[in-house]
């Protein structure tokens, strides 16, 4: 489960890390002096040409991930299947409705407890339809998070995901207003200060974190530990924790005060690379928190968000990183 667009993070977090141990960071004792951003000279990867350019096309990678065929803005659906034969089509006597330019009868999504399958309508599968990439055909479907089975024609896709104790079917369309009518994001400008080195403290042994999701269900997500830091002079804690099938990444669900005013209100998301020294051992990491991002949910009322722990709500402003999304 992949909650943002961070193909480029593993390489640049590992060559900020490289850098800011490299002597190029003021120590984090030096920033126990609480100064604001503007006033932070000395502060990681000041005059960092390198860095900024690697904040600019991060930054852009995500607006082209966020808005491609299959990104977030095209989401457009999220219907809870019920046991038994779910009907999905444009047809008014489908279960599920689809917009009208889709087949008038795709599909019957079955469900009997875990059992998920897809069975052909009368008249057989519509020409173009797809699962998972070839004609469909008849069969079980997964409702792994990680690579749920998809179903697609022309620009729609269908995904089931298991959400608790049920499953839903995730609808995506590439001709959603949302998508065709996006102007892009907002961002705070990039500013080195909320760029910093953290402490590592690993965990012994890793323990489940339980993260409420903003539907209502639970998650339970391994946690392996805390990065500690510096900011505003004040020592703070922040607790990741990881995804399947997402090795090397560390995914920390946070909030901090701009959400009363300029960020989105639920959560934003940060990824980094692993510490230095990995998960188990002490050691460092980089929190470059210009690279925070808002959820899926900050773009559909249809995305099923992770929010932050009690222990991730922070007292302090990180004015950087995206900003709320205007649609």
Known sequence: MRYRSALLCAPLCALSLALLLAGKARPLAAQSTPQSPAQSPTSPAAGDTQWRQNLSAWRSQREHDLAAPDGWLTLVGLEWLKPGVN?????????????????????????????????APNGGFPPDLTIDGHPAREGPLAADDAKPSTIAW?????????????????????????????????WYPPDPYFRVVARWIPFNPPHVEKIPTIIGTTLNMPAPGIAEFTLYGKTLRLEPVTEPGEEGILFFILRDTTS?????EAARFLHTSYPEHGLTQPGRLVLDFNKLENPPCAYTPYATCPLPPEQNRLPVALEAGEQRYAH
């Open 87 to 119: 009907s999905i089509g444009s047809a008014q006597d489908n279960s599920i409705r689809l917009r009208d330019q889709a087949p008038a009868h795709i599909g019957l999504l079955t469900q009997s407890g875990k059992m998920l399958q897809l069975l």
């Open 154 to 186: 022309h620009g729609l896709t269908l995904a089931v995901l298991h959400r608790g104790d049920r499953y839903a079917l995730r609808i995506k369309d590439a001709d959603s207003p949302t998508r065709t009518n996006f102007h892009g994001l907002n």
């Open 260 to 264: 009363k005013t300029t960020t989105y």
